[in-house]
T-cell receptor
Framework: GAVVSQHPSRVICKSGTSVKIECRSL??????MFWYRQFPKQSLMLMAT?????????EQGVEKDKFLINHASLTLSTLTVTSAHPEDSSFYIC????????????FGPGTRLTVL | GDSVTQMEGPVTLSEEAFLTINCTYT??????LFWYVQYPGEGLQLLLK?????DKGSNKGFEATYRKETTSFHLEKGSVQVSDSAVYFC?????????????FGSGTRLSIRP
């Protein structure tokens, strides 16, 4: 089946530093990848949609200069949290859609970010 | 706008009990409907889906039927196991979304007692 990986699975950083999270589709090409944020005991909130080779589309209220998304290839998207602060601490999950016309998203295992 | 409403948890059941988690949606046309499961410490996994009215999605003993007349997609399982303990998310993919955007419900935490 379709597998999506994320790296790292956990990261702890100091306030003011930047953190990069990678999302990879391991056995399929993902023209579209999605980044979600999940607060404790809450649902996933879509942050942005990224298409390979083009700029990401951010949801309302998400700061694009703070959450930089790059989708450089059909198997890799990265989310960089710039100048992280404690309120950015969260569980970040990516997903990838396999191929044209399919509406199934495959989710990565998530990355837990803790900003001290 | 499009939205998903599911029953609040937590839901606690004994092993082998019958499970129903209610889910209703608001959407234009015929969205695709999904149930995702999130086990402790893990990301979401697609449990089942249905893409048109009266379709029944099923997997691992779980079932859900796409009911257009009641705009519902309730999740059921006849006999739950301890290993089913997880958070369950009902979700839809809007008809208008060319990028297959998914809108999630708030999630229902399920705990099964041995």
């Amino acid at each position: 089946g379709a597998v999506v990986s994320q790296h790292p699975s956990r990261v702890i950083c100091k306030s003011g530093t930047s953190v990069k999270i990678e999302c990879r589709s391991l056995d399929f090409q993902a023209t579209t990848m999605f980044w979600y944020r999940q607060f404790p005991k809450q649902s996933l909130m879509l942050m942005a949609t990224s298409n390979e080779g083009s700029k990401a589309t951010y949801e309302q209220g998400v700061e694009k200069d703070k959450f930089l998304i790059n989708h450089a290839s059909l198997t890799l998207s990265t989310l960089t949290v710039t100048s992280a602060h404690p309120e950015d601490s969260s569980f970040y999950i990516c997903s990838a859609r396999s191929g044209e016309g399919g509406d199934t998203q495959y989710f990565g295992p998530g990355t837990r970010l803790t900003v001290l | 706008g499009d939205s998903v409403t599911q029953m609040e948890g937590p839901v606690t059941l004994s092993e082998e009990a019958f499970l129903t988690i209610n889910c209703t949606y608001t959407a234009t046309g015929y969205p695709s409907l999904f149930w995702y499961v999130q086990y402790p410490g893990e990301g979401l996994q697609l449990l089942l889906k249905a893409t048109k009215a009266d379709d029944k999605g099923s997997n691992k003993g779980f079932e859900a039927t796409y009911r257009k007349e009641t705009t519902s997609f309730h999740l059921e399982k006849g006999s739950v196991q301890v290993s089913d303990s997880a958070v369950y998310f009902c979700a839809l993919s809007p008809v208008y979304s060319s990028a297959s955007k998914i809108i999630f419900g708030s999630g229902t935490r399920l705990s099964i007692r041995p």
